[in-house]
Structures are given as C-alpha cells and as structure tokens.
Nanobody
Framework: QVQLVESGGGLVQAGGSLRLSCAAS????????MAWFRQAPGKEREFVAR????????RYADVVQGRFTISRDNAKNTSYLEMNSLKPEDTAIYYC??????????????WGQGTQVTVSL
C-alpha cells in the first residue's frame, strides 16, 4: 500500500521558518515526481512546489517563489518543503503528493493526509 505521511507542521510566527517532511512507502519513490499543495479554509487546493524524479528540476508557485524550497532524499524516500519568511496567508493544510506532472492535482495519484501550518502575526 502506498503511503505518504507528512510531518513538521505547526504554529509559527510571521517571518519564521518551518520544514515539512513527507515520508513515502509502497512505491518506487525515485521514479516519481514529488509535489506539495496546500488548502486554506474555504479556498481551493493550490499548487505550491514540485521536484522531478528524473533531473530534480523544481517548480514553484509565484506566491512562494524565493521563500520556499522543495527537495528530496531518494535514499530516505522523503520529500521536504523548507518554508522561510512565512506569512499569515501561508496558513493552510499542506499536502504531499506523488505522481508525474507539474502543477495540477489530477497529475498526482498519491496523496498524504496533510499537515496543518498556522502562521500568526
């Protein structure tokens, strides 16, 4: 069974940093793109970042560009999202996803259950 388990969410003050982790099991991790999405209350799920399996190229949503960094450790079957200069508008449930795609949710068949990130003033 494929499992993606997020961790590292929590409360942080504006301007602070947080690192999310996504531990994957049950799939050939090194052959899957890994991505992060987020969803705030009452809003649509939105793309945050993606890292390719083939060449580790990255892509970011404009609103997080320069503040967030996605990475992966294939030996540990783990993806990371380093979040810096956090803003209250970054508050959301953050989801880890695995698949082969870009910024569309439908391109990722495997999802974690999410981890809450709350940024206070």
């Amino acid at each position: 069974q494929v499992q993606l388990v997020e961790s590292g969410g929590g409360l942080v003050q504006a301007g602070g940093s947080l690192r999310l982790s996504c531990a994957a099991s049950g799939l050939a991790f090194s052959r899957y793109d890994m991505a992060w999405f987020r969803q705030a209350p009452g809003k649509e799920r939105e793309f945050v970042a993606r890292i390719k399996w083939s060449d580790s190229t990255t892509r970011y949503a404009d609103v997080v560009q320069g503040r967030f960094t996605i990475s992966r450790d294939n030996a540990k079957n783990t993806s990371y999202l380093e979040m810096n200069s956090l803003k209250p508008e970054d508050t959301a449930i953050y989801y880890c996803a695995a698949g082969n795609g870009a910024s569309l949710s439908a391109q990722y068949p495997y999802w974690g259950q999410g981890t809450q990130v709350t940024v206070s003033l």
